[in-house]
């Protein structure tokens, strides 16, 4: 859940750049996840709550399951392939039944899921390094 955490912060640069870059907003995304527990015409703010909420459990959710199923090795490899596979659950299965979701542009949504999965990857193997339970990266 540590990596999941680490994970969230870091997962959302790609879709913050490009929202940054084409002049949109920034809090769309965050928008769009509140949907998931609250109806599309709830106060923005309402929204914004929700959606951190969503973001956060959901990132350590998956977290804690990459945690399970990626192999010590090369992990950061794996976990761009697991943050593949949760984009097609996430964008493909899931958000297409959520309009603002499905109003996201999907390239920088895969992107934050790539971003994602690298930085769990990367965190499980810092961490199993820490504790001497694999040998540590090459300098």
């Given at each position: 859940m540590?990596?999941?955490?680490?994970?969230?912060?870091?997962?959302g640069?790609?879709?913050?750049?490009?929202?940054?870059?084409?002049?949109r907003?920034?809090?769309?995304?965050?928008?769009?996840?509140?949907?998931?527990?609250?109806?599309?015409?709830?106060?923005?703010?309402?929204?914004?709550?929700?959606?951190?909420?969503?973001?956060?459990?959901?990132?350590?959710g998956?977290?804690?399951?990459?945690?399970?199923?990626?192999?010590?090795?090369?992990?950061?490899?794996?976990?761009?392939?697991?943050?593949?596979?949760?984009?097609?659950?996430?964008?493909?299965?899931?958000?297409?039944?959520?309009p603002?979701?499905?109003?996201?542009e999907?390239a920088?949504?895969v992107?934050?899921?790539l971003?994602y999965?690298?930085?769990?990857?990367?965190?499980?193997?810092?961490?199993?390094?820490?504790?001497?339970?694999?040998?540590?990266?090459?300098?």
């Amino acid at each position: 859940m540590l990596a999941g955490a680490v994970a969230s912060v870091v997962s959302g640069v790609p879709s913050t750049t490009y929202h940054l870059v084409t002049g949109r907003s920034v809090l769309d995304p965050v928008r769009a996840a509140g949907t998931l527990v609250l109806p599309a015409a709830a106060p923005g703010p309402l929204l914004l709550v929700a959606g951190t909420v969503v973001h956060v459990a959901v990132s350590l959710g998956w977290g804690a399951v990459l945690g399970v199923v990626l192999p010590r090795r090369r992990s950061a490899g794996w976990g761009v392939a697991a943050g593949l596979v949760i984009a097609g659950l996430d964008l493909g299965v899931l958000g297409r039944r959520f309009p603002r979701i499905r109003a996201l542009e999907p390239a920088p949504q895969v992107a934050d899921h790539l971003a994602y999965g690298a930085t769990v990857g990367a965190a499980l193997r810092c961490r199993a390094g820490w504790r001497g339970g694999a040998t540590p990266p090459r300098r």
